[in-house]
């Protein structure tokens, strides 16, 4: 069983950064793929960013690429997504999760993920 808490998030002016953490419990952790969704009001719950279990593979959603990072240290359990430049239309709730796959890649699809987080609410004003 893994839990998950996100934080970090809070309001940010256009063009700001951010960088939030997501915190698990467990000793396998380390084993599990890894990825950030958001979900944003009169939408359905989208992929952000996701990471392998080594932290050598991530992948992102089209329109966060060069802007946010995903990262992990296995060390602390913890994934950090780092984002920068945001515009007003990152503005969402935050959820991170873990899938539950050992040597886990991080994949893009919702349905792959076992353990959710609460989400932290990202603001971004224009």
């Known amino acids: 069983q893994v839990q998950l808490g996100e934080s970090g998030g809070g309001l940010v002016q256009a063009g700001g950064s951010l960088r939030l953490s997501c915190s698990a419990s467990?000793?396998?952790?380390?084993?599990?793929?890894m990825g950030w969704f958001r979900h944003a009001p009169g939408t359905e719950r989208e992929f952000v960013a996701a990471i392998s279990w080594s932290g050598s593979n991530t992948s992102y959603e089209d329109s966060v690429k060069g802007r946010f990072t995903i990262s992990r240290d296995n060390a602390k359990n913890t994934v950090y997504l780092q984002m920068n430049s945001l515009k007003p239309e990152d503005t969402a709730v935050y959820y991170c999760?873990?899938?539950?796959?050992?040597?886990?890649?991080?994949?893009?699809?919702?349905?792959?993920?076992?353990?959710w987080g609460q989400g932290t609410q990202v603001t971004v004003s224009s």
């Open positions: 999760a873990a899938d539950s796959i050992r040597y886990g890649l991080g994949s893009r699809s919702r349905a792959e993920y076992d353990y």
């Open positions: 467990g000793r396998t952790f380390r084993w599990y793929g």
